[in-house]
């Protein structure tokens, strides 16, 4: 079974994530508070779980900061980002700091259970929403990097994981912002992705980049 905690201040919602999640075949609910605090204080009491359903803005200490510190002091805990938020900047933050994906909290069951699953077994959800394509790329087989991008794709695609602006990004690599925004565009097709999340997600699930 895999041992699944929720930390979100918005109790019904919270409820009814717990709720579902011990219905669904596969998963145990473990764990649940309302914002990081309570989360590491009640760590402190259980066993860890293998994943967290992590809630971005909440009181006292939010989702940026509880994820941080599990990177730090519990990296074996994978989080999956639980938020209404699709401010590209805040997910990379979230991720950079240890996130491992990204779900929107009106999601259906189905792609609740595929998500903690390919968190746990495969290491990163792709969200249909940043990574559209990636799944099916993946069945193909066409994930060899050194084949797929050029060294200018491959030095952007480090910088991306970064949180430069493409503008600052086009003067490190000493180019114009319009082929930094080529570079992105080669990247997004031939990744099979829609945004620099997806672009991060696979760097590091391919250990392109560690953060």
């Known amino acids: 079974m895999i041992k699944v905690a929720i930390v979100e201040d ?33 760590l402190r009491k259980q066993t860890l779980p293998d994943i967290v359903l992590m809630d971005i803005s909440m009181p006292n200490m939010d989702g940026m900061q509880t994820t941080l510190w599990l990177k730090q002091n519990h990296p074996s805990v994978k989080v999956i980002a639980l938020s209404m938020l699709t401010n590209e900047l805040i997910l990379m933050r979230m991720i950079r700091n240890g996130a491992r994906g990204y779900l929107v909290k009106d999601i259906e069951p189905e792609e609740l259970q595929k998500a903690v699953n390919q968190v746990y077994w495969d290491g990163y959800y792709y969200n249909e929403l940043f990574t559209p394509g990636y ?17 200018q794709e491959l030095v952007f695609l480090k910088w991306a994981c970064t949180e430069l602006s493409l503008k600052q990004i086009a003067a490190k690599m000493d180019v114009s912002p319009r082929t930094v925004d080529g570079y992105r565009d080669a990247l997004f097709r031939k990744l099979q992705v829609s945004s620099r999340i997806g672009i991060v997600l696979y760097a590091l699930n391919h250990q392109i980049v560690i953060l």
Do not use: V
């Open 10 to 42: 918005h109790a019904i919602l919270r409820k009814s994530l717990a709720l579902l999640i011990k219905l669904l075949p596969g998963l145990e609910m473990t764990m649940e508070a309302g914002d990081g605090y309570g989360f590491i204080g009640n």
């Open 135 to 151: 799944q099916a790329l993946k069945k193909t087989g066409g994930m060899d990097i050194g084949k797929m991008l050029n060294e």
